[in-house]
């Protein structure tokens, strides 16, 4: 196994109290792991591949722990998202060269989703403890209970809840079904916008709105379920 170097990973908005919760485990010390360096004798470079190794490293490698959240929330495995980020990022610097864009981070999140689904279509595995293997629709989705994302709290108090409860909230979006999961991560963690998901996911605009829109409510529905369960005598 080669050696990857740790960078942080994002912070995300999470329900009942605005807060931050890292995106793996989501506590667990483990982040976006960088691409090994080469350590044997590098074949020289032209001119032309060394100006667009630099625009790659300038452009993507900031974007790395972007796309490792994406990445963890799709697989819902730490090693599996090291893998397919380590593969994303081998095929991105392959096509670099094609990229004409200013913002690489769409481009490369499309890449990671893309090699995903690629990776999951060779490989066919089950949703194992999914909200997919529920009867989703019994689930109460008019509740108004908590704003799920609403404004971020200032008080210190609710953050630290938040952060209490940061791996029931990882655990909770990990089981929404795919489709809905990557949606969520999409929107609510790293933050793009409608035009950059479609994009993305390869559907209308207003397909992401209605699947952003049963996500929450899916996520809030499970986490007014946990809540309750967590509070019965």
């Known amino acids: 196994m080669i050696r990857m170097l740790t960078v942080p990973i994002p912070m995300v908005a999470t329900p009942v109290f605005a807060g931050s919760v890292p995106a793996d485990s989501a506590k667990t010390g483990r982040g976006a792991k960088a691409l090994p360096s080469h350590t044997g004798p590098a074949d020289p470079m032209s001119g032309d591949e060394e100006a667009n190794a630099r625009r790659f490293k300038d452009a993507v490698m900031p974007h790395l722990d972007d796309a490792y959240t994406l990445a963890r929330y799709l697989t819902r495995n730490a090693q599996d998202a090291d893998d397919l980020v380590q593969e994303s990022y081998l095929r991105a610097f392959k096509f670099f060269a094609s990229f004409k864009g200013d ?4 481009w490369l999140l499309t890449i990671v989703r893309n090699c995903f689904y690629s990776a999951l279509k060779a490989h066919p595995r089950s949703e194992t403890a999914s909200l997919s293997d529920m009867d989703v629709d019994a689930l109460d989705t008019s509740a108004t209970v908590i704003d799920l994302w ?18 029931v909230v990882r655990r909770l979006i990990e089981c929404l079904p795919t489709q809905f999961r990557e949606v969520l991560v999409l929107r609510e963690l790293e933050e793009l916008s409608y035009q950059e998901i479609a994009h993305i996911m390869d559907v209308p605009i207003g397909t992401v709105m209605s699947r952003l829109a049963r996500a929450r409510n899916l996520f809030k529905a499970a986490w007014i379920e946990h809540s309750d369960k967590e509070h019965r005598p």
């Open 103 to 106: 913002h690489a981070r769409p």
């Open 150 to 167: 609403g404004q971020r709290s200032e008080n210190p108090e609710q953050t630290l809840i938040t952060l209490d409860n940061a791996d």
